[in-house]
């Protein structure tokens, strides 16, 4: 089986390992990444497409294949206007996945988060909560959402919470049981191959994946 899939958001901590991934597994044949500008990895598989996220639609015919990978996602420090916020885990996403839709692309993975929630009242789960939704209404063949709670793994930029909060975690973790499983910290590559590991099984339908499900993948 030769494939092509689609990574958007290549340069984050789930979607680079997942670019690692794919370019180590046969199974794939071309991987096309979204980039803002160009990452300096190289490699006979791997196509990088310059966009501009707020013209999408207009890289549509280059974007075919077999499974989309959507790892986009910002924080409030990198876009602290709330428009700009909602257009990167929000807005960008959708319009991907409707993209991938009129292109007949069979599956759709969208990396989400714990707790998302239409109906909350914090703005990054409800955001969240909202992309889900918006996304589901779309009707693609195979719509696979995770949603992993803290993540784990070496960043590009240094955040110094996340610095702070892995030890704490480590001392945590062993005491959520039961249903507050899903709230472990969760390793970035450990989401990434359970990406890599569902789209190889061409299931239709929507599935959504907690933290605590989403190791019981691999």
């Given at each position: ?21 794919l370019l180590q597994q046969p199974e794939y044949d071309e991987i096309l990444i979204l980039v803002r500008k160009e990452l300096s990895i ?112 070496e960043r590009k930029e240094n955040r110094l919470v996340e610095r702070i909060f892995i030890p704490i975690m480590k001392v945590i973790n ?45």
């Open positions: 089986m030769a494939i092509k899939a689609i990574i958007a958001g290549a340069s984050g901590l789930i979607g680079s390992k997942l670019l690692d991934i190289k490699h006979k598989k791997l196509t990088q497409l310059i966009v501009d996220f707020d013209t999408l639609d207009n890289y549509s015919k280059a974007i075919t294949g077999h499974a989309v990978f959507c790892c986009l996602g910002s924080t409030r420090k990198k876009t602290p206007d709330l428009n700009d916020y909602r257009k990167v885990d929000h807005d960008y996403p959708l319009q991907l996945a409707q993209i991938a839709y009129k292109n007949g692309i069979s599956q759709y993975h969208l990396v989400s988060a714990i707790g998302a929630d239409a109906a909350s009242s914090n703005f990054y789960t409800k955001m969240k909560g909202e992309v889900e939704e918006d996304i589901k209404k779309i009707g693609l063949s195979g719509l696979y959402i995770y949603q992993p709670s803290f993540l784990t793994g062993p005491l959520l049981i039961g249903n507050l499983k899903k709230y472990r910290s969760i390793p970035a590559v450990t989401v990434a191959m359970a990406m890599y590991k569902q789209s190889l099984k061409n299931e239709e339908g929507v599935f959504i994946y907690p933290s605590d499900k989403i190791k019981q993948l691999l």
